[in-house]
């Protein structure tokens, strides 16, 4: 009866005709990633494809400002080219201005006094047309187009579908009044000398259309920040005659707009790595740094090639100084009243630029600008915002971070709005290795720090960082999108793959292959296991898509002696949820040492794992990870000695 039994239940299982055990969902940390399939556009090697492609935007774009009523008027043409296999009916084009609208969802999600609020302001664009242009021959027809505003995006009706490889050319006209706080992205601040102005997010902006999601059309709440198509920028600002004006690009007309002895000095800053003065604190606001006409107003005029955005600030009361790097031109601008730490603004802002270029990617464009105001800390192309009361370590932080995202995302042109992480994280990492060589610290104090990490996901309050970054606690932002992914990266290079040079050649490549392009999670998981010839979906999984937390433990020490010596038999055991390479240190009854690399590997079939090695004496005692490079969350365990 037993043996039919087993008969009749065997003939009831599934049929597998390999004769192998039936599957079962396989829930190991070791599990394969499961990313997109791979396809002639982005490849399983995390390359771009030979089919890949991405929309282009150029804009012209001539604008005044009007410092009576605060107020930006101006005339954009976009030209638009539809690289992408679709045929496409209308555009989406971002209106990040209407945040500042009374009714809009962000005014809704963020309290008037937060950060990324608007403080009470009620502004937003005012559109007064939109239209296509026809050229035939040398003539251009205008044709008005129909528009659909949905809170932060405009829809526009194209009048004939635009095919593949197509083109298309809007002009439009708009106005809106400048924040007095603008999210801290942008906004104005009264000084004694008069208004300062950082101007961002200052005119309609096409919407990437890309292989992933087609049109991108994420609301603009505050805190996620933007995604955007790149091309070639020439930008025309209209501002009073005392106005100095610092923006995105090349200055096209410096002899309508300086005077000769401003343009002598820059000619010098630029092959100088020191600082020099284009106008010092004494000449500030004096008749002669402008000059001589008899109009009231001057128009700056700035090209720029191959850049995601244009930001600019103007005052009559900058402090104006340079020097240069490798052909850059690199300027601060700054208010009297400044923290006086704002003299060395120039010189953080070099050593940044020299050194992300000698050791990642070289800084690829003409100029890399500081300008201190009212905004905290904010990037754009060439042209970077930090408060005008930072100072000492905190002015050289905010100024290495800021000009940092020159790599990421303006070189690196990720999707900030849905991955705060792969601008705000990547650059954080960056910022490690450049404040430790401007200080000469051995260690990063904080940002990399996995024992401050430890402590703080021990708390059970991280989140994933991948998350989209509207979705992130506010409060947690800082740790989830920032400081998360940079401890994580300095950990892998550091410590669990240890060959900095691999890291570097295989990050280094990242940034090469997408270049100017618009990559994914996927994308940088898969060059970065490309380059390092490493399978990482235990540590991807673990730290970006998860809350994972790394515990490592000593559980006991056994030992067993026979003909061939002392055998040691160390019990240890992961309760964690993420995996670790461990550092051993074993210690031995005659007062030697010894320190032993285990694999990570070594958890693959479970969190139990009994280490055994000859050893010359007697342990007394066996301790993990000793240097603390690991952020384990409970270090009470990471240690065994002998009864």
Same mark, same amino acid.
């Given at each position: 009866?037993?043996?039919?039994?087993?008969?009749?239940?065997?003939?009831?299982?599934?049929?597998?005709?390999?004769?192998?055990?039936?599957?079962?969902?396989?829930?190991?940390?070791?599990?394969?990633?499961?990313?997109?399939?791979?396809?002639?556009?982005?490849?399983?090697?995390?390359?771009?494809?030979?089919?890949?492609?991405?929309?282009?935007?150029?804009?012209?774009?001539?604008?005044?400002?009007?410092?009576?009523?605060?107020?930006?008027?101006?005339?954009?043409?976009?030209?638009?080219?539809?690289?992408?296999?679709?045929?496409?009916?209308?555009?989406?084009?971002?209106?990040?201005?209407?945040?500042?609208?009374?009714?809009?969802?962000?005014?809704?999600?963020?309290?008037t006094d937060a950060r990324f609020a608007g403080r009470g302001f009620e502004g937003g664009y005012t559109i007064e047309y939109v239209r296509v242009v026809r050229r035939i021959e040398k003539a251009a027809g205008r044709t008005p187009l129909a528009t659909a505003t949905n809170g932060t995006v405009m829809r526009v009706e194209l009048d004939r579908p635009l095919p593949p490889g197509g083109r298309a050319e809007l002009e439009l006209a708009?106005?809106?009044?400048?924040?007095?706080?603008?999210?801290?992205?942008?906004?104005?601040?009264?000084?004694?000398?008069?208004?300062?102005?950082?101007?961002?997010?200052?005119?309609?902006?096409?919407?990437?259309?890309?292989?992933?999601?087609?049109?991108?059309?994420?609301?603009?709440?505050?805190?996620?920040?933007?995604?955007?198509?790149?091309?070639?920028?020439?930008?025309?600002?209209?501002?009073?005659?005392?106005?100095?004006?610092?923006?995105?690009?090349?200055? *096209?007309?410096?002899?309508?707009? /300086? &005077?000769?002895?401003?343009? $002598? !000095?820059?000619? @010098?800053? =630029?092959?100088?790595?020191?600082?020099?003065?284009?106008?010092?604190?004494?000449?500030?606001?004096?008749?002669?740094?402008?000059? *001589?006409?008899?109009?009231?107003? /001057? &128009?700056?005029?700035?090209? $720029? !090639?191959?850049? @995601?955005? =244009?930001?600019?600030?103007?005052?009559?009361?900058?402090?104006w100084n340079a020097s240069g790097y490798d052909g850059v031109l690199i300027q601060s601008f700054y208010p009297p009243e400044a923290n006086p730490d704002w003299a060395r603004s120039t010189e953080y802002a070099r050593h940044t630029i020299k050194h992300y270029s000698e050791k990642w990617y070289r800084y690829p464009y003409p100029t890399a600008i500081n300008v201190a105001g009212p905004v905290g800390g904010m990037e754009y192309p060439m042209i970077v915002f930090c408060g005008d009361r930072a100072g000492d370590?905190?002015?050289?932080?905010?100024?290495?971070?800021?000009?940092?995202?020159?790599?990421?995302?303006?070189?690196?042109?990720?999707?900030?709005?849905?991955?705060?992480?792969?601008?705000?994280?990547?650059?954080?990492?960056?910022?490690?290795?450049?404040?430790?060589?401007?200080?000469?610290?051995?260690?990063?104090?904080?940002?990399?720090?996995?024992?401050?990490?430890?402590?703080?996901?021990?708390?059970?309050?991280?989140?994933?960082?991948?998350?989209?970054?509207?979705?992130?606690?506010?409060?947690?932002?800082?740790?989830?999108?920032?400081?998360?992914?940079?401890?994580?990266?300095?950990?892998?290079?550091?410590?669990?793959?240890v060959d900095t040079t691999r890291f570097d050649t295989a990050f280094r490549a990242y940034i090469q292959r997408w270049a100017y392009k618009h990559p994914t999670p996927a994308d940088f998981f898969r060059s970065m296991e490309d380059g390092l010839g490493e399978d990482l979906s235990w540590f991807w999984r673990g730290w970006f898509y998860r809350s994972d937390v790394v515990d490592l433990a000593v559980d006991s020490v056994a030992t067993r002696t026979d003909s061939s010596g002392i055998m040691a038999l160390v019990l240890l055991s992961s309760p964690g949820e993420l995996p670790m390479p461990v550092d051993l240190r074993l210690t031995y009854a005659n007062g030697a040492t010894e320190d032993v690399r285990l694999p990570v590997e070594i958890w693959f079939q479970g969190n139990h794992y009994v280490y055994v090695r000859k050893v010359p004496a007697a342990v007394v005692k066996a301790e993990i990870d000793p240097a603390q490079n690991f952020p384990d969350v409970r270090r009470g365990n990471n240690v065994w000695t002998k009864p």
């Open positions: 009866m037993l043996a039919l039994s087993l008969v009749l239940v065997a003939l009831q299982q599934p049929v597998n005709p390999q004769g192998l055990p039936a599957q079962v969902a396989d829930t190991s940390p070791f599990r394969r990633l499961n990313l997109p399939t791979p396809t002639m556009i982005r490849e399983g090697s995390g390359r771009p494809g030979p089919r890949y492609w991405q929309q282009r935007a150029d804009y012209t774009i001539r604008a005044s400002l009007d410092t009576a009523t605060h107020t930006i008027a101006g005339v954009e043409t976009i030209r638009y080219a539809n690289n992408s296999p679709d045929t496409l009916g209308y555009l989406w084009l971002q209106l990040d201005q209407n945040i500042y609208k009374a009714n809009s969802r962000g005014a809704l999600l963020n309290p708009y106005r809106f009044e400048v924040p007095e706080h603008g999210s801290d992205r942008m906004g104005r601040e009264q000084f004694p000398g008069g208004w300062l102005y950082e101007i961002a997010e200052w005119y309609p902006r096409m919407a990437v259309y890309d292989d992933v999601r087609g049109w991108n059309t994420e609301q603009y709440l505050g805190q996620g920040e933007f995604y955007l198509e790149y091309g070639d920028f020439d930008v025309s600002i209209t501002v009073p005659r005392s106005f100095i004006v610092a923006a995105t690009g090349t200055l *096209a007309n410096p002899a309508v707009v /300086l &005077t000769a002895s401003q343009r $002598a !000095r820059l000619a @010098r800053a =630029v092959r100088s790595d020191t600082t020099v003065a284009i106008i010092a604190k004494t000449e500030v606001g004096q008749p002669s740094s402008r000059p *001589a006409g008899s109009g009231t107003t /001057l &128009t700056w005029h700035f090209t $720029a !090639r191959n850049v @995601r955005d =244009v930001a600019w600030a103007a005052s009559a009361t900058f402090v370590r905190g002015l050289f932080g905010v100024t290495t971070h800021e000009l940092g995202h020159e790599w990421f995302p303006m070189i690196v042109g990720s999707n900030e709005r849905l991955y705060a992480w792969m601008d705000e994280g990547f650059n954080t990492f960056i910022n490690i290795y450049s404040t430790l060589a401007f200080y000469h610290d051995s260690a990063p104090r904080d940002r990399g720090n996995a024992i401050q990490w430890a402590r703080f996901a021990a708390t059970g309050q991280d989140e994933p960082p991948m998350l989209a970054a509207d979705r992130i606690t506010p409060r947690l932002l800082g740790q989830v999108a920032y400081n998360k992914p940079a401890t994580g990266l300095y950990l892998l290079r550091e410590h669990i793959v």
